[in-house]
């Protein structure tokens, strides 16, 4: 059974950084995609950036310039580094896995909260 763990999340002020990591254990199998979606109270999971097995990006306009979305295929693991972080980026954010024969698979989620 896949497993993600998170880590980083925490509680920053506006226009600060935070770095946000998940590890895949678990398969013996490559991944594929690798996401990041957060989910603030009250509203919808979204996605916020995605990064293919080749590298390819791709960001919500929301983030778009300041976040970056990073993965090691050798460690089995997805970076989110956040900058000019905004009071509405405050969500709890999930990484998501796509293994090449399995998945999709979700963290248990970490919290981000950025104050005014």
């Known amino acids: 059974q896949v497993q993600l763990v998170e880590s980083g999340g925490g509680l920053v002020q506006a226009v600060g950084s935070l770095r946000l990591s998940c590890a895949a254990s678990g398969s013996r199998f490559s991944i594929n995609a690798m996401e990041w979606y957060r989910q603030a109270p009250g509203k919808q999971r979204e996605l916020v950036a995605t990064i293919t097995s080749g590298g390819s990006t791709n960001y919500a306009d929301s983030v778009k310039g300041r976040f970056t979305i990073s993965r090691d295929n050798a460690l089995n693991t997805v970076s989110l580094q956040m900058n000019s972080l905004k009071p509405e980026d405050t969500a709890v954010y999930y990484c998501?896995?796509?293994?090449?024969?399995?998945?999709?698979?979700w963290g248990q989620g970490t919290q981000v909260t950025v104050s005014s």
């Open positions: 998501r896995v796509t293994m090449r024969f399995s998945g999709p698979y």
